[in-house]
């Protein structure tokens, strides 16, 4: 049976529409990555340029990589930054976790209220965020007395305040991420870990641990992206003299863009990318691991 | 001295809140005993098995395993092991890890440990599964995993909560056969929670048949499908016919009147009925007959009831024919067939019959 002819150009029509759309939406697509994208793009570009020039192509050269390596201000950054990372990841990390296991698992007074103000961190501007900080390390004497450290034979001076703030926001992110992987796991296997004689140690370290691991390694690595990243908090906690990496590159702009600050953020750009794909691939062997993407 | 039982149960209350799930429930397991709790979903079936493994605590009474009285005791410190409906096998441990990880628990030599497992997929064999995730497996293998992991730690109890519940038809009604045979291979008492009074009447020695916190009966397949204590017994346990009757009698026969003026006797009463009160007449459609009316014999014995009726609908089902009977006061009732009789003409809808029985399968319930 042939289909009457105004359903039929009916159709064409239609065609024709759900086409443009495609087009139309193709396009857009396509805009939006240009407008992601090609800062960043140009910036990796850039880094490269045989010249002092930002914006004129003069010809290929790893020399901005090599004076960024030399310059020392610049490698005491790297390695605040690392340091800092490290250790306020590893802190936020085990806080984090105990936060969402008392979230999850137990009920007492106030917990709504406990856990609302888990995501205070997360949603408060990070500059109000830093001057709450900044108040409380001046009124509380703690100021900005440095850990005096040696990093992999560098000499690190790192302000106990800029930890704190760090942990202070890192916790939050690692506590929601881990609470969403708790949210989605079975409780009935921790009840039959206790049916087979399992303690709630063992229980806990035998079955909760390893069911979360994706969520605590996904929590982990947004806490040390986060926290190399990081800016505001770090520029308003540190007082004079500790720079990071980002601290340290708003100084040199400050004397005028160069490649080198080029070849610094595409560094800072490959690091960050490096952890996402690592807790990516770290999700995927899990086998399910949205909760680890949640984040970026 | 009186008896020790695998699991006894003393007037066991489970509250939540204000929510009662089990209430007052008392209950003796025997020893090797196959034990059914059965019940629509909600009845507390499942909450008096989790209290039985420790995962719940009672609000009041008292459970005993092995004569030894539980309290306050976890779950790891009691000597039952559960298949859960969902199996709850760890992901991230194969097979084999997933079965010793009781044995690890309490210490076991290692080389025991892994006689163990091996002798244990072998019983539900699936011996080449066992370095394989729980994942890879089907659901009917993960179910025996399920059923290994708790079994190979010889638990005096075995306590299984509607294990067979996320398999297909054919691959449950298999495993029933095979879930009786290893019970009664193995000697282990198992208790077990279902809502599917089919798979409790074939696997169970007994069943307790639950509902609203409340155990109704207790009793083999065979007392549950044909003595039901009462009216909910009757309804969920297979097919029943329920007729509005008034109790004229109860001595020394029993005999009520049905709501066309016709009176029967019956061969139980439940207690707490008196002559003059409303009840039912409860009767499975398997055992009443149709007659024709000219079939009515002459001199009936006072046992055989005759009710008149007119049938109103037949449905034919194979192995017999559902035959809709109205009864003289619009009560339907329904009468199974069996499609045995050659060269015989069927009823007909619209005909005249005579419903009869035997009064010792009529049971009066209270309404």
Redesign the interface.
């Known amino acids: 049976m042939s289909v009457p002819a105004r359903f039929q150009s009916n159709d064409r029509w239609q065609q024709i529409k759900s086409k443009m759309g495609g087009w139309s939406l193709t396009t857009y697509g396509i805009l939006a990555f240009a407008f992601l994208y090609l800062p960043i793009l140009i910036l990796v570009i850039f880094s490269f340029n045989d010249a002092r020039s930002v914006s004129k192509w003069a010809g290929f050269t790893f020399d901005w990589y090599g004076k960024m390596f030399k310059d020392g201000q610049i490698l005491l950054s790297i390695w605040n930054s690392l340091f800092l990372a490290i250790v306020s990841t590893i802190i936020s990390t085990v806080l984090g976790t105990l936060a969402a296991l008392g979230l999850e698992r137990y009920r007492f007074r106030g917990k709504t209220a406990v856990d609302s103000m888990f995501y205070l961190p997360v949603i408060i501007p990070d500059i109000a965020m830093a001057i709450m900080l900044l108040l409380f390390f001046n009124m509380s004497g703690i100021g900005f007395t440095p850990w005096k450290v040696n990093f992999f034979g560098a000499r690190l001076a790192v302000p106990y305040s800029v930890i704190i703030g760090h942990v202070a926001f890192n916790t939050s992110f690692v506590a929601i991420v881990v609470r969403a992987r708790l949210a989605q796991m079975?409780r009935?296997?921790e009840?039959?870990?206790?049916?087979?004689?399992?303690?709630a140690w063992?229980t806990f370290r035998?079955?909760t641990l390893?069911?979360l691991m994706p969520g605590i390694v996904g929590g982990a690595l947004l806490a040390f992206t986060l926290s190399l990243d990081d800016f505001v908090i770090t520029f308003f906690t540190s007082g004079a003299g500790f720079n990071t990496l980002p601290v340290r590159v708003f100084g040199m702009i400050k004397k005028g863009v160069t490649p080198k600050i080029n070849a610094v953020s595409t560094l800072m750009l490959a690091v960050s990318l490096t952890l996402v794909v690592i807790s990516i691939l770290l999700s995927r062997r899990s086998?399910d691991g949205d909760s680890v993407q949640m984040g970026f | 001295m009186t008896e020790t039982y695998a699991v006894e149960l003393q007037d066991v209350v489970k509250q939540f809140g204000n929510v009662v799930a089990v209430n007052h429930v008392s209950l003796q397991i025997r020893d090797g005993e196959f034990f059914s709790l059965l019940g629509p979903s909600g009845c507390g079936k499942t909450t008096t098995l989790r209290m039985i493994?420790?995962?719940e605590m009672p609000t009041s009474g008292a459970i005993y395993i092995q004569g030894d009285r539980q309290g306050y005791r976890?779950?790891?410190?009691r000597p039952?092991?559960?298949v859960?409906q969902?199996y709850?096998?760890?992901?991230?441990m194969t097979v084999a890890e997933n079965i010793a990880?009781?044995m690890e628990?309490?210490k076991t030599p290692k080389d025991e440990v892994k006689r163990r497992v091996a002798e244990v997929l072998d019983m539900v064999r699936l011996g080449q599964m066992a370095n394989r995730k729980p994942?890879q497996l089907s659901g009917g293998q993960q179910q025996r995993i399920a059923l290994a992991?708790?079994l190979v730690?010889r638990p005096e109890v075995l306590l299984l909560d509607e294990p067979l519940g996320a398999l297909d038809l054919k691959l449950r009604k298999a495993m029933q056969i095979e879930l009786k045979a290893l019970q009664e291979d193995v000697g282990i008492t198992f208790i077990y929670v279902t809502h599917d009074q089919e798979e409790a009447l074939t696997m169970s020695d007994r069943i307790a048949v639950m509902n609203n916190g409340v155990v109704h009966q207790v009793g083999d397949p065979e007392t549950i499908y044909e003595h039901p204590a009462d009216r909910f017994v009757a309804d969920f346990i297979g097919e029943t016919n329920f007729i509005p009757v008034k109790v004229v009698s109860l001595a020394p026969e029993i005999v009520v009147e049905l709501g066309s003026g016709e009176k029967v006797t019956a061969g139980w009463v439940e207690e707490g009925l008196s002559v003059g009160d409303r009840a039912v007449l409860s009767i499975r459609p398997e055992k009443m007959d149709l007659l024709e009316l000219n079939e009515k014999p002459s001199n009936p014995s006072k046992d055989t009831a005759l009710v008149n009726g007119k049938v109103t609908q037949l449905v034919y089902v194979g192995t017999d024919t559902r035959h809709t009977v109205a009864l003289g006061d619009g009560t339907e009732v329904v009468v199974r067939l069996q499609n045995i009789y050659i060269g015989e003409e069927p009823w007909e809808i619209g005909e005249d019959a005579i419903v009869t029985w035997n009064a010792a399968h009529a049971r009066i319930l209270k309404e």
């Open positions: 079975d009935t296997l009840e039959a870990a206790s049916d087979l004689y399992a303690n063992q035998r079955v390893p069911m086998g | 493994a420790g995962f976890p779950a790891n410190k039952v092991n559960t859960f969902n709850a096998l760890f992901p991230h990880f009781g628990m309490r994942k992991r708790a730690n």
